[in-house]
């Protein structure tokens, strides 16, 4: 059966990209009032897109926010599985606008690349599975499985009403499983199986000295410089192996066990040189990069500002500093109890002569992981190697999706993270872009997996 809808997808490529296209065009920048109306327009492009396919229910579901795209497919049956697909349709802001080589909002081909903002995330990876959707009911007048879409407008400002909407209304969204397409592969033409998220969660602390700047030559030697208190209290954090040294961070970690080492062992690794511009790589004593990046907690400083910060010297002791820390975590550990542990080891650290003010960061979520043989892993990884025609490789990713996270508390059902970006597609920079390679086979991968679903 999925011989004839790819057989659809490869005929009508240049409408579907035309579509798609017009998709991408909307400048639906979920940060900015300004784009409000270009937010609900996106909205707009796949409430009827999803109308024309055939979804029976489709509407935009008020969140207090940006709207939600729900439709449901129910015509398979009831002995058939539900699926829930994830995605979202708003983007990043486009600046610095003068780094773009082409107008984020005019899609332009290059060198084998879609250009445009929302290409890679997530525009045309929510594009590629209704355009599957849409291949399947052109030829087959109907779709292989029950279907609910869910695709929202706040992704990009950290999904602020989505959970209340899942949770207030499980039994509309409710499925056997789950579908995302919100991620990627490690390399282009790799395809990757993701079978774990990190989880994330963070605090901000502010150590204050005097209650105005001081003078450093009368006060120098008699007041604590609330800057360096904050480099003490920093560096006894974590220590020149990467170890973190809060008590207690590392009790509830799952270790990597020699079966996950082996799966990371076989991924291609990354040429950070050529990816970040280092020299050498910093990893905890005992792990590889791989394995540290995607199996084990990090804790790094993303922020730290504080005194006199123009042109010249300005001699004085600044009355405060700041510093913005974040931790991703893996399976096991609660993000709550990590803030209150970091909590505790700055106030039980800190130097005399300052106090600590500890906001907890409020966007936080747990780590998440489905055991690489789940069947509907292995039939994923099937069909990816089928539609790329190269071995799937499995693997833990560093960045957090909280919507997994909720999915999986709401409903308690295997998330399958179906992604098909690659490293080089800039994701939230200047000049983000999508494989047209990707696009194609990616959607052959996608009907390849519906099909074995059935």
């Not at 990616?442 to 009907?447: D, F, I």
Request: with cysteine.
């Amino acid at each position: 059966m999925s011989e004839k809808v790819i057989s659809y997808l490869t005929e009508h490529h240049d409408q579907l990209l035309e579509k798609l296209n017009q998709f991408l065009s909307i400048p639906s920048v979920s940060t900015d009032s300004v784009h409000k109306n270009d937010v609900r327009e996106a909205a707009s492009f796949l409430e009827t897109y999803l109308n024309d396919i055939g979804f029976e229910h489709v509407e935009q579901r008020e969140t207090g926010g940006h709207p939600l795209v729900f439709a449901e497919y129910k015509q398979a049956g009831s002995d058939a599985p539900t699926v829930l697909f994830y995605g979202h349709y708003d983007v990043q802001p486009v600046d610095p606008l003068d780094q773009w080589k082409s107008d984020p909002f005019k899609p332009e081909i290059r060198d084998g690349r879609l250009y445009a903002r929302g290409s890679s995330d997530d525009k045309g990876q929510v594009f590629m599975q209704l355009a599957v959707f849409e291949a399947y009911m052109k030829t087959e007048g109907k779709l292989p499985l029950n279907v609910k879409v869910c695709i929202e407008g706040e992704e990009e400002i950290g999904s602020e009403n989505l959970y209340r909407t899942l949770h207030d209304n499980k039994e509309l969204f409710a499925a056997d499983f789950a579908v995302i397409s919100d991620s990627g592969m490690v390399a282009e033409n790799r395809p990757t199986i993701l079978y774990g998220l990190k989880g994330f969660t963070g605090i901000e602390l502010t150590v204050n000295g005097p209650d105005h700047d001081l003078h450093s030559g009368m006060y120098g030697g008699a007041v604590r410089n609330p800057i360096m208190a904050l480099t003490h209290i920093l560096a006894s954090m974590k220590n020149e192996e990467e170890v973190i040294t809060v008590d207690g961070f590392y009790d509830d970690v799952e270790p990597l066990d020699d079966g996950e080492r082996q799966l990371i062992k076989q991924v291609e690794s990354e040429d950070y040189k050529a990816s970040t511009g280092v020299t050498e790589t910093v990893s905890e004593k005992g792990y590889t990069a791989k394995e540290h990046t995607m199996g084990r907690p990090t804790f790094e400083v993303n922020g730290i500002y504080g005194g006199y910060q123009g042109e010249g010297t300005k001699t004085i002791i600044p009355s405060s500093a700041t510093a913005k820390i974040t931790c991703r975590l893996v399976p096991g550990q609660d993000p709550e109890k990590i803030q209150t542990l970091l909590e505790q080891h700055v106030q039980e650290n800190k130097p005399s002569g300052v106090t600590v003010d500890v906001k907890k960061e409020k966007l936080s979520a747990k780590a998440y992981k489905v055991e690489p043989n789940h069947p509907l892993i292995q039939k994923a990884a099937k069909s990816y190697t089928k539609a790329f025609g190269k071995d799937t490789v499995y693997v833990r990713m560093g960045g957090s999706i909280p919507v997994v996270e909720w999915i999986e508390a709401i409903y308690n059902i295997p998330i399958v993270l179906l992604g098909f970006g690659t490293p080089d597609d800039r994701l939230h920079s200047p000049n983000e872009s999508f494989p047209i390679d990707s696009f194609v086979k990616g959607m052959e991968t996608l009907a390849y997996y519906w099909d074995e679903i059935r």
